[in-house]
């Protein structure tokens, strides 16, 4: 197999590897849930598809044409939101590694494409959950995630980018 990864933008023929990524991360340490858990309820559901109308993105990193990760953004609303939700205006970001790919640097560079495009697309901040233990926490750490005050417990993390997007910090 090779080690040269591509990556392209999510398609709508895309939908059942979401599926599958989502079902991976809610079960990163164990079988929790499954896809049909994740077709099912609303709560994961929502995962599961990207709305271009609300700028949602993402993007396939694909190994000899096979799909080994994913990593996409959703602009999911206040009454409808996900567990790294921080605000309407802040994209959730989700990324999912094929097990065998794990810790070859597809994640950073699916991770680093989503921070690409939000610059590019002029979104100054990105959020997500991650549960204690996970290992992935360390990747968002080192790619500049930090914790939200008050929802550390959640794992919510922030990335901000806003100097590289030509907006003012905020404090």
Known sequence: MTDVVDLRPI?????????????????????????????????????????????DFGF??????????????????????????????????????RADARGSG???????????EAVLKRIPKLSLSVEEGNRAARLYAAEGFVPVVGREDDGVMLWSGEAAVGTPRSR
């Open 106 to 116: 597809v994640g950073r560079m699916l991770l680093r494409r989503l921070q690409h």
């Open 11 to 55: 398609t709508d023929d895309d939908a059942t590897l979401l599926v599958v990524a989502t079902a991976g991360n809610l079960s990163w340490s164990g079988q929790h849930f499954t896809e049909a858990d994740v077709r099912t309820r609303p709560e994961f559901r929502h995962y599961t598809r990207l709305v271009g109308s609300r700028g």
């Open 60 to 97: 396939v990193a694909l190994r000899a044409g096979v799909p080994v990760g994913v990593g996409w953004a959703l602009f999911l609303p206040a009454d409808d939101p996900g567990y790294g939700f921080v605000d309407g205006a802040i994209p959730e970001i989700s990324l999912w590694v």
